[in-house]
């Protein structure tokens, strides 16, 4: 009688020589021989699959194995799992996956998910369901961020995002509403954490275009270069070269124009590889407000991003409150434009006339609006020396960044 069931191992060896001596006597197709050796060859695969299972490789054997077979190296990574160092990182195993570079690797090397999701996961989970059709869809479509149809934008919330986001590796929530530990929030109004979500995306994904050519080291950035950038303020191009001098250390420089309900200043962000990001909206069109962020952001940069800290957000108009990290990134862009031992000694600190302003500036090679601007947030009174803050002196030195608006 044939057997209609493998149940241990000596069944198992009983009917692979079965299947060896059928083969080798060749039966015809139809045959009872021939029926028993496709019925017998199915049960010894049915046995193999449960008694020994073919374990998945291991994440990093994954993408090692298609780094082989695409005839890619370490670098080529990059763009998936970060900086040089930690992809090495990765693939010594002393540093886990993170959804984010899960997504990445699946979507750009087609590694399969079950495969990459037997890493241990140290990104926080998403925490809240995605609402698609909260992202600003109709005002990122005005800006040219994506391009389609009003009609069709509720029913393509999810694939416009998702195409949005490639690439930078795909949708991965960057604000408030999903990974709070990975940025600090400087708000005094409620932000809409889809507009900000996608701002941050978009700044991520404009830092793509163009590499530093300096890798940006933080003590290189020591006092006299922020005094340094603050100078350039008395230029008549001087955001512009600023904006120069900011990527010649090796940290991207981008100004893009504020979502609605977002109420952001700039925001200092590490973009896909660990490079840092200064990135400014100008939705105060004043020099005083452009110096002031800008320095604000680049001691951000220099203090206070890290592995954990991805983004410090900022609305300027709120007081730094209890964050450490917001008080002194004040403090140092405070002490580069107007340092408060030469400010307290001038006319300036009691008189506060425009006089005593430019008087100051010229001392300090600073333009009048950043001492201006220092007099006004002393005084706490924003309505005096207006003419001297310069509005709209900004965003036409940025022309690029406002197209379209």
């Known amino acids: 009688m044939r057997p209609k069931t493998i149940r241990n191992d000596t069944d198992y060896r009983h009917s692979l020589a079965e299947i060896e001596r059928l083969m080798v006597s060749n039966p015809m197709i139809g045959s009872e021989d021939a029926d028993h050796l496709d ?188 005094r340094e950038i603050a100078q350039l303020s008395a230029s008549p191009d001087g955001p512009v070269r600023a904006a120069e001098r900011i990527r010649s250390l090796g940290i991207h420089f981008i100004v893009e124009r504020h979502l609605p309900k977002t109420h952001l200043d700039g925001a200092a962000l590490l973009a896909l590889d660990d490079t840092p990001i200064i990135a400014l909206t100008l939705r105060h069109d004043r020099l005083d407000a452009f110096w002031f962020c800008l320095l604000h952001e680049l001691a951000h940069v220099v203090l206070h991003l890290s592995g954990d800290t991805r983004a410090c957000i900022d609305d300027m108009d709120a007081p730094s409150g209890a964050s450490e990290s917001e008080r002194e990134a004040d403090r140092k862009a405070r002490e580069a434009l107007v340092p408060s031992k030469v400010f307290r000694k001038s006319r300036a600190y009691s008189v506060r006339s425009v006089a005593a302003a430019v008087e100051l500036a010229s001392t300090l090679n600073v333009h009048p609006a950043v001492v201006a601007g220092r007099i006004r947030y002393e005084a706490s009174d924003y309505r005096i020396l207006s003419q001297l803050v310069s509005n709209g002196e900004v965003k036409r030195l940025f022309p690029d960044a406002f197209e379209g608006k």
Request: glycine share 6%.
């Open 39 to 226: 019925v017998l060859s199915l049960l010894v695969e049915e046995y193999e699959k449960s008694a020994y299972p073919i374990e998945l490789p291991t994440p990093i054997e994954a993408i090692k194995f298609r780094m082989e077979q695409a005839g890619l190296e370490q670098r080529d990574l990059i763009p998936f799992i970060g900086s040089r160092s930690r992809v090495s990182e990765v693939l010594n195993g002393k540093r886990a996956l993170t959804l984010t570079m899960m997504r990445a690797l699946h979507s750009g090397l087609g590694i399969p998910a079950a495969v990459l999701l037997g890493e241990e996961v140290t990104e926080v989970e998403v925490t809240a369901e995605v609402d698609w059709k909260r992202f600003p869809l109709r005002e990122m479509a005005a800006f040219g961020w994506i391009d389609a149809p009003k009609r069709i934008m509720a029913k393509h919330a999810k694939s416009l995002m998702e195409d949005f986001a490639a690439p930078i590796g795909g949708f991965a929530p960057a604000s408030s509403m999903f990974l709070r530990r990975t940025r600090t929030l400087r708000s005094g109004r409620q932000m809409d954490p889809y507009a900000l979500d996608a701002w941050c995306m978009r700044v991520r994904i404009r830092a793509l275009d163009h590499q530093p050519s300096t890798k940006f080291c933080a003590a290189d950035v020591n006092e006299e270069v922020f």
